[in-house]
Nanobody
Framework: QVQLVESGGGLVQTGGSLRLSCAAS????????MGWFRQAPGKEREFVAR????????LYADSVKGRFSISRDNAKNTVYLQMNSVKPEDTAVYFC???????????WGQGTQVTVSI
């Protein structure tokens, strides 16, 4: 079955940078659209970024556009989220997700905590 394991979370100061990684197994990685979502305390899970299968095309939430960058290494079955110029409102548990081709995300990792201090 598909397994997604996030890493790279932690505590970072406002304005700093962090890179999250998500290692995938049990799938043909290049056939999957990969995404990042986040959930802050007391809030619903929200979309952050996605990288379409086939390579190249990406999409970002307005709240992170210009600050975050999603990338993937199909040879390593890994997707990354580079977070720059972080803000306290970026504090959340970040989840990696996978969807076969362009279907709905139905595979999720366990999440990694990102905390941005003032």
């Amino acid at each position: 079955q598909v397994q997604l394991v996030e890493s790279g979370g932690g505590l970072v100061q406002t304005g700093g940078s962090l890179r999250l990684s998500c290692a995938a197994s049990g799938l043909t990685f290049s056939d999957y659209t990969m995404g990042w979502f986040r959930q802050a305390p007391g809030k619903e899970r929200e979309f952050v970024a996605r990288s379409w299968w086939g390579g190249g095309r990406t999409l970002y939430a307005d709240s992170v556009k210009g600050r975050f960058s999603i990338s993937r290494d199909n040879a390593k079955n890994t997707v990354y989220l580079q977070m720059n110029s972080v803000k306290p409102e970026d504090t959340a548990v970040y989840f990696c997700a996978a969807a076969l081709r362009s279907r709905t995300f139905n595979n999720w990792g366990q999440g990694t905590q990102v905390t941005v201090s003032i």
